[in-house]
């Protein structure tokens, strides 16, 4: 079975930084892609990054580029999402979510995601 593990969500004031972590099991990490998503009260859900895992190859939505920092220990089946100067409107449930060709809403499999929620 296929399970992925978010973790690190949390209140931060705006300004501030968080680490959100996904553990993955099931699945051999670098066969993969692995994105970030999330999803704030009342709105769609919405790609926040994405990486490769065997090349390290990333992608950020332009709301967070320079902002956030994905990376991902292959030994640990597990990536990571560096997030700082947070601002209120990051605030959202994220999940991560694994695929084994590419990083969109239809990915194989899908953690229950960590809310994060960003104070002004």
């Known amino acids: 079975e296929v399970q992925l593990v978010e973790s690190g969500g949390g209140l931060v004031q705006a300004g501030g930084s968080l680490r959100l972590s996904c553990a993955a099991s099931?699945?051999?990490?670098?066969?993969?892609?692995i994105g970030w998503f999330r999803q704030a009260p009342g709105k769609e859900r919405v790609r926040v990054s994405c990486?490769?895992?065997?090349?390290?190859?990333?992608f950020y939505a332009d709301s967070v580029k320079g902002r956030f920092t994905m990376s991902s220990d292959n030994a640990k089946n597990t990536v990571t999402l560096q997030m700082n100067s947070l601002k209120a409107e990051d605030t959202a449930v994220y999940y991560c979510?694994?695929?084994?060709?590419?990083?969109?809403?239809?990915?194989?499999?899908w953690g229950k995601g960590t809310l994060v929620t960003v104070s002004s």
């Open positions: 990486m490769s895992t065997s090349d390290g190859r990333t």
């Open positions: 099931g699945i051999t990490f670098d066969d993969y892609v």
């Open positions: 979510a694994a695929d084994p060709l590419e990083c969109g809403f239809t990915m194989d499999y």
